[in-house]
């Protein structure tokens, strides 16, 4: 464990709401190519990663751009400057009759319209695996009146769309499907420019305690949901022998209620912390030793990203995560990290112990990790993959 790497929680409002649709007009109107992001209602996740950092990117990157997001409530506003955009990406929405207008007023301009979403969420025929892996009540027709009506609309509003753009591979070939066979293009989800300030300053403060803990090893869960019941629980009964065997190690879980099954008789070195926001969770990610991203292996986990492995090596936290499509190609198995099947957990842990009990040995390869992780996943390294997603490279 890594006490007090800062002085206590960071300071924190969420920056979009410092931004007025005034101030976002005059940037999407600031230049060319113009680029304007929609999405429902601003949040510290998909909202974030998927619209906020695109524009700050391009902004930052190519300041004769135009690029800017809006959510909802402005459609009216945007609906006056669409037909002098670019394009037009809608994230994640669903269907209704002002989304429809907009993309017919912005098709009718010459408008390029894409559909992004970071999630197979737009696919009715996975609705059944949808529940299932998301551990959701299906013992009543509401339950799936509401996953269907979810889904259903969100697909409905990418097939408006001309072309799609996504995290990763996997999931853009399922959305091309959904599309017709149009375009996808890629764009990962990465770091906030605030993000990468923090998470460069905590890494400093491991660094200069030679990435020594305080003798206790903590192993992380940041699932930040109830949803995940069913891919911790891949990893659950390792943590448990784990914790069994070696009283030096604690278990600190946030946003998730206190587990039951193997782990009950741990209660007292079981952590349960809040959910925090997105600067806060870099500190609580960088105070544990060993991070972990069990899922079940599925056609929907393989399409989540990569994003609990990066967030992780950047404040030279050690991943241990479930070898799906991006974790693969993410993780350097061994080296930035370690990949686990369902039957290699316990061995997985033991060696994760092992390595940060040893800081000689960890202080190199977590730094390796995090300068790999900067270098991929920065938020000013993405500016030429943004304009190749949207077709403007």
């Known amino acids: 464990m890594f006490d007090n790497l800062t002085d ?10 410092q931004e007025p649709l005034a ?11 113009r680029v304007a992001w929609l999405y429902e209602l601003p949040d510290t996740s998909t909202f974030r990663y998927r619209c906020r950092n695109p524009s700050l990117t391009l902004s930052a990157a190519y300041p004769g751009t135009g690029a800017s997001w809006f959510e909802r409530k ?3 506003a945007l609906a006056r400057e669409v037909m002098n955009v670019d394009v037009l990406v809608i994230c994640r929405y669903r269907y209704d009759s002002e989304v429809a207008r907009l993309v017919a007023r912005a098709r009718a301009g010459g408008t390029r319209v894409l559909f992004d979403c970071d999630d197979l969420i737009f696919d009715t025929q996975q609705v059944h695996l949808l529940l299932e892996t998301l551990d959701q009540p299906t013992d009543a027709a509401v339950h799936w009146d509401l996953w269907f009506a979810l889904v259903g609309r969100v697909g409905a509003t990418a097939r408006l769309c001309q072309g799609g753009v996504t995290t990763n591979g996997f999931l853009a070939h399922r959305m091309a ?3 017709g066979g149009a375009p996808v293009g890629i764009i990962p989800n990465y770091l906030a420019p605030d993000q990468e300030v923090i998470s460069r ?5 491991k660094r200069r305690r030679g990435f020594h803990g305080d003798g206790r090893v903590t192993v992380g869960y940041f699932s930040g949901s109830p949803t995940h019941n069913k891919d911790f629980a891949v990893a659950a009964p390792a943590l448990a022998r784990l914790l ?3 009283p030096l190690v604690d278990l600190r879980i946030v946003g998730f209620p206190p587990p039951n099954g193997p782990l009950a008789s741990f209660e007292g070195r ?3 912390v809040p959910l925090q926001d997105y600067l806060n969770l870099q500190r609580v990610i960088a105070e544990v030793d060993v991070n972990i991203a069990p899922l079940r292996d599925n056609l929907f986990t393989n399409c989540k ?3 609990k492995f990066f967030e992780a090596a950047v404040v030279g936290t050690w991943t241990v995560a479930t070898p799906t499509f991006t974790f693969r190609r993410a993780i350097r198995d061994g080296v930035t990290g370690r990949l686990a099947r369902s039957h290699e957990w316990d061995t997985a842990l033991a060696e994760a112990v092992a390595l940060v009990r040893d800081p000689a040995r960890y202080a190199p390869i977590a730094e390796a990790a995090a300068a790999e992780a900067y270098a991929t996943y920065g938020w000013d390294q993405q500016a030429p993959r943004i304009l190749d997603a949207l077709g403007l490279g």
């Not at 101030?23 to 190519?33: D, K, V, Y």
Request: a negative charge; charged letters at 30%; zero cysteines.
């Open 8 to 17: 206590g929680p960071l300071p924190y409002d969420a920056p979009w709401e």
């Open 244 to 246: 069994t065997a070696d």
């Open 23 to 33: 101030e976002r007009l005059a940037m999407l109107r600031g230049g060319r190519p």
């Open 177 to 179: 499907d959904l599309l």
């Open 74 to 76: 402005d459609i009216p």
């Open 270 to 272: 079981i952590e349960i």
């Open 201 to 205: 300053q905590l890494l400093d403060a």
């Open 305 to 307: 990203s990569e994003l």
